[in-house]
């Protein structure tokens, strides 16, 4: 049989037919299958005798033939699996094909590795009932069973490929596309002011964008240079720049011009496919090319979505589906005949560009907007544009054609059906002609800016968050005009101002704007300066025009040559006219240009370094944090392990932009003293997370907790390390102290107890502790003890009408303690008993206040019998100090009420079930409760 097989390999090579069940000796076209057998006789004894046996049918047969067949391909197959198991990569090639009965079949190849050669084998022919993607599939994972029988080998199969439009899922041919319909603008209920996208299939899409990268290497070569849509080298900002120059020209000279913007009714679905592929022949692109195109367009269907549920399918004869990778492509290519018809008619006459260049027609896909300069080229225009609907079935819609009159057209009536104005019209989103059209663009830009910022202010986002908002769905909504039309001061001025607005919602701004233009490692939040980038983006059309030949560019030399000459060179030729009066926007290009010029030659200088040194210009180098600076500062703030709410603390803290009682005061709102008990600090950012005694007594706790789990006392809790090395958390025995311990100059020297005076303090107060951390946490139970307080607390002074100074506020202070000292000794008093009022700082001979001790108690400020004294206990365990606190975890305040039958003081929570009262609460303790 193998002799049969590398026979059979021999006569495939000369593509000889191997089988033919009537043959015999005789025939005039016999096959190869007798003379195999013949030759296999001569050279095997034993199949010769075989043969030579009268009982033996010597005949062909195909009963015969296919058994012999079989067995061929059994042994071919056993070696292809054979060959599998050693090699490391598979892969499955699939096509559909039809036997000689036009009866569905699929092949199957695999390709694999052998001996470091690829190499592709023949596997089977596969029935099919039908052609679609799980038919296929089917017949892939049945041969793919066979192939790699083993779990473990799956993980060989690398590939699978298909060739035809077969594998796409549908009875269509996985053509069919699903319509949703987009609102225009215009009525609502008319069918024509909605926009369908096509949705597609996967495969369609995969296949269409392979089509459309290799149609877009060659769209340069094929369409105008006043197409700018989907063409590699053209953007749309060129012919922007074009008509903003050339309605400056014609304004300039007083010429004759109008503008006529077209609008085709449904652009993207008239599109006759007849006259489509006949574009295609006619740019002469590859026939197998063609042939693939016309497999995505021909015999194609669609379903409309309606109300949520879709239509049934119908036949699409007309238009390129607004959703395909390749129609935008495919409509360039369509409307790129119309260009031409312009080019060939010679009634059209084109508008001249001063150095040369031409220009009677500007097209961004279905966007044509026509420079008509005489009256002879609109009937020259009407004629195009009527042949041209005539044979491809497009429609103009005049409601929607506009037309500008410049120069010394204006006011007057020209033979063409549009809408005629004298003041501006829209261009590709864009307002050009009299007037302020900048003005008109920047506040629709502005309007929809504000719009969107409305619709992220309702969501809880962080300062960072924020700023990723604006950076990137705020701003490039005004990139595209910036790059065509400066800004005027007063739209920018708007603008920053609802940019900071939703950055601070709505609320006072803490920091000052230029810090948080500052990029991250300067200590802002990277916010876009975009007064900044707007300038830098209006330059690009100078960048555009240097060795640029497009017709742009003729414009921009010159409006801009001798302007620029001294930046570029080549902008400048005494061959060409220029202007001595340049516009308004080159007027600012030039001022921008000066400033690029201080980083050095604008030509050749990295954009990054212009955009630097125009953002430096403008805003500057702001340092203005309250606390420390330096990159060490901002890299922990901004760590990524952070999340952004702790990174917006930080920074909030390093700039003091946090609310604080002395904040208030500068804002002459409150006192500006802390709110907690018996603290007559300042309340500052610094006083709030680490002065207070309150707060100290928290971090010692955290402190003694953390050199116990790192086991490291080296460093300490503060202000500077919180900013220059957050806290440590890491185990030395691990990763060496070292490493992340911070310098001398950073160790905290305002750590106020540490565990030698811990040990002293709880000597002196007479208890004893072995543990460190239980001493804290006794500490922390019994300073400060506040006592009830029946009184509210009144205000002492609000400073108003007049600006808060600092000899105003130490005036006001000396006025208090003296009206207070009067009163106090008017009443009967004992001035000799030591007294500290609740929102009194202590007034030194200098005359400025000073902080107070951190360490003491204060005495009570009232002499009231009816408030708690140090010598009294709770009447349940007659201790200061309950017990059970040491039992208690973290850190716990003790309350205390008293009784309002006995008199005496009792602990919350702890002596008693209750847990808190209010100061209008009638409270009983446990032993009246029993009697």
């Known amino acids: 049989m193998r002799t049969y097989i590398l026979s059979a390999e021999m006569t495939k090579a000369f593509e000889l037919a191997l089988r033919g069940h009537d043959e015999t000796d005789d025939s005039e076209n016999p096959g190869v299958f007798l003379g195999l057998v013949n030759f296999t006789a001569s050279l095997d004894s034993v199949l010769s005798k075989h043969l030579e046996t009268a009982t033996v049918f010597k005949g062909t047969s195909k009963t015969i033939q296919n058994e012999v067949l079989d067995i061929m391909f059994k042994i071919a197959q056993s070696d292809i699996q054979q060959e599998i198991k050693d090699t490391k990569f598979l892969a499955v090639i699939s096509d559909d094909t039809t036997d000689v009965s036009n009866h569905l079949q699929n092949v199957v190849i695999l390709?694999?590795?052998?001996?470091?050669?690829?190499?592709?084998?023949f596997w089977s022919f596969c029935s099919m009932k039908q052609g679609d993607a799980v038919s296929i599939a089917n017949v892939i994972?049945?041969?793919?069973?066979?192939?790699?029988?083993?779990?473990?080998?799956?993980?060989?199969?690398?590939?699978?490929?298909?060739?035809?439009?077969?594998?796409?899922?549908?009875?269509?041919?996985?053509?069919t596309g699903v319509i949703t319909l987009l609102p225009k603008s215009g009525d609502?209920?008319?069918?024509?002011?909605?926009?369908?996208?096509?949705?597609?299939?996967?495969?369609?899409?995969?296949?269409?964008?392979?089509?459309?990268?290799?149609?877009?290497?060659v769209m340069p070569d094929l369409v105008g240079s006043f197409q700018t849509c989907a063409v590699r080298g053209h953007s749309i900002q060129q012919n922007l720049w074009l008509v903003r120059d050339l309605v400056d020209y014609v304004?300039?000279?007083?010429?004759?011009?109008?503008?006529?913007?077209?609008?085709?009714?449904?652009?993207?679905?008239?599109?006759?496919?007849?006259?489509?592929?006949?574009?295609?022949?006619?740019?002469?692109?590859n026939p197998v090319f063609v042939k693939w195109t016309s497999l995505l367009y021909n015999s194609v269907y669609s379903r409309v979505i309606v109300n949520g549920l879709p239509s049934d399918p119908f036949r699409v004869h007309r238009g390129v589906r607004q959703g395909c990778p390749l129609s935008p492509l495919l409509y360039v290519l369509f409307s790129e005949s119309l260009a031409r018809a312009f080019q060939v008619e010679p009634l059209f006459r084109p508008f001249h560009i001063p150095g040369g260049a031409e220009v009677k027609c500007l097209q961004y896909a279905d966007d044509v907007t026509c420079v008509i300069s005489d009256l002879a080229s609109f009937r020259a225009l009407t004629g195009t544009l009527s042949n041209f609907q005539r044979a491809t079935g497009a429609r103009l819609?005049?409601?929607?054609?506009?037309?500008?009159?410049?120069?010394?057209?204006?006011?007057?009536?020209?033979?063409?059906a549009a809408s005629w104005v004298d003041d501006a019209i829209k261009i590709n989103g864009i307002w050009f002609g009299y007037g302020s059209p900048e003005l008109l663009t920047w506040n629709e830009k502005v309007d929809l800016v504000e719009a969107r910022l409305k619709d992220f202010a309702d969501r809880h986002i962080s300062l960072l968050g924020k700023v990723t908002v604006i950076n990137r769905f705020i701003y490039p909504l005004l990139w595209y005009p910036g790059t065509v039309l400066a800004a005027p001061e007063g739209v920018l001025a708007r603008l920053e101002r609802a940019v900071f607005s939703f950055l601070w919602s709505r609320g006072t701004e803490l920091v000052r704007r230029g810090v948080v233009y500052q990029d991250l490692r300067r200590g802002g939040l990277g916010l876009v300066?975009?007064?900044?980038?707007?300038?830098?983006?209006?330059?690009?059309?100078?960048?555009?025009?240097?060795?640029?030949?497009?017709?742009?560019?003729?414009?921009?030399?010159?409006?801009?040559?001798?302007?620029?000459?001294?930046?570029?060179?080549?902008l400048f030729s005494n061959s060409e006219p220029h202007s001595w009066r340049p516009t308004g926007a080159y007027s600012q290009m030039r001022e921008t240009l000066r400033i690029m010029s201080t980083?050095?030659?604008?030509?050749?200088?990295?954009?990054?370094?212009?955009?630097r040194a125009v953002f430096d210009e403008l805003v500057g180098q702001v340092q203005s944090n309250h606390f420390a600076s330096g990159p060490e500062v901002w890299r922990v703030v901004h760590s990524r392990s952070l999340d952004y709410r702790r990174r917006d603390l930080l920074w909030r803290i390093a700039h003091d932009a946090i609310v604080t009682n002395l904040k208030r005061l500068r804002w002459r709102l409150g006192d500006g003293i802390c709110p907690r008990t018996r603290c007559t600090k300042w309340e500052s950012v610094s006083h709030v997370f680490w002065q207070c005694d309150y707060v100290a007594l928290f971090w010692e706790w955290f402190q003694v907790l953390t050199d116990r789990l790192t086991l490291c006392n080296t460093w300490a809790v503060s202000q500077d390390y919180a900013l220059k090395w957050g806290i440590y958390p890491f185990n030395p025995a691990v990763i060496p102290p070292e490493t992340f311990a911070p310098k001398e100059g950073l160790v905290s020297r305002d750590r106020s107890v540490t565990l030698d005076q811990t040990e002293q303090a709880t000597a002196q107060a007479g208890t004893s502790f072995s543990d460190p951390l239980d001493a804290v946490l006794y500490k922390y139970s019994t300073i400060g003890k506040a006592t009830p307080r029946r009184k509210t607390r009144k205000q002492r002074w609000r400073a108003a009408g007049v600006a808060i100074t600092e000899t105003s506020i130490l005036l006001k202070l000396k006025r208090v303690e003296s009206d207070r000292s009067t009163s106090m000794q008017s009443n009967g008093c004992d001035q000799t008993e030591p007294i500290l009022q609740r929102n009194r700082l202590v007034i030194e001979s200098n005359g400025k206040p000073q902080t107070s001790t951190s360490d003491k108690n204060a005495p009570c400020v009232s002499q009231s019998d009816e408030e708690i004294n140090d010598e009294v206990n709770c009447c349940i365990c007659?201790?200061?100090?309950?017990?059970?606190?040491?039992?208690?975890?973290?850190?716990?305040?003790?309350?205390?009420?008293?009784?309002?039958?006995?008199?005496?003081?009792?602990?919350?929570?702890?002596?008693?079930?209750?847990?808190?009262?209010?100061?209008k609460d009638r409270f009983i303790c446990p032993h009246c409760v029993e009697e």
Request: proline letters at 5%.
């Open 251 to 285: 304004m300039d000279r007083d010429l004759p011009c109008a503008l006529v913007s077209l609008d085709q009714e449904k652009a993207f679905d008239m599109v006759d496919h007849g006259f489509l592929f006949k574009i295609l022949q006619k740019f002469s692109l």
């Open 529 to 570: 300066h975009f007064p900044s980038k707007l300038l830098f983006l209006l330059t690009k059309c100078v960048y555009s025009a240097v060795d640029s030949r497009m017709p742009f560019a003729y414009f921009v030399r010159y409006w801009g040559g001798l302007s620029f000459r001294r930046f570029f060179a080549s």
């Open 188 to 217: 609502p209920l008319e069918p024509k002011n909605k926009r369908p996208i096509t949705l597609l299939n996967v495969d369609y899409k995969i296949l269409a964008k392979a089509l459309c990268n290799r149609l877009g290497t």
């Open 878 to 919: 007659k201790k200061w100090a309950p017990p059970q606190l040491k039992t208690l975890p973290g850190v716990t305040f003790v309350k205390w009420a008293q009784c309002d039958v006995c008199k005496h003081w009792t602990h919350l929570r702890i002596c008693s079930e209750i847990r808190d009262i209010s100061d």
């Open 111 to 121: 390709r694999y590795l052998v001996s470091g050669q690829v190499v592709e084998r």
């Open 397 to 416: 819609n005049p409601a929607k054609t506009k037309g500008l009159r410049l120069g010394k057209w204006r006011s007057k009536k020209l033979p063409f």
């Open 599 to 611: 980083v050095g030659n604008v030509s050749q200088s990295s954009a990054r370094d212009l955009y």
């Open 141 to 175: 994972d049945a041969c793919l069973s066979r192939v790699l029988p083993n779990a473990e080998d799956k993980s060989k199969l690398i590939a699978q490929c298909y060739d035809g439009a077969s594998v796409m899922s549908g009875l269509e041919g996985g053509r």
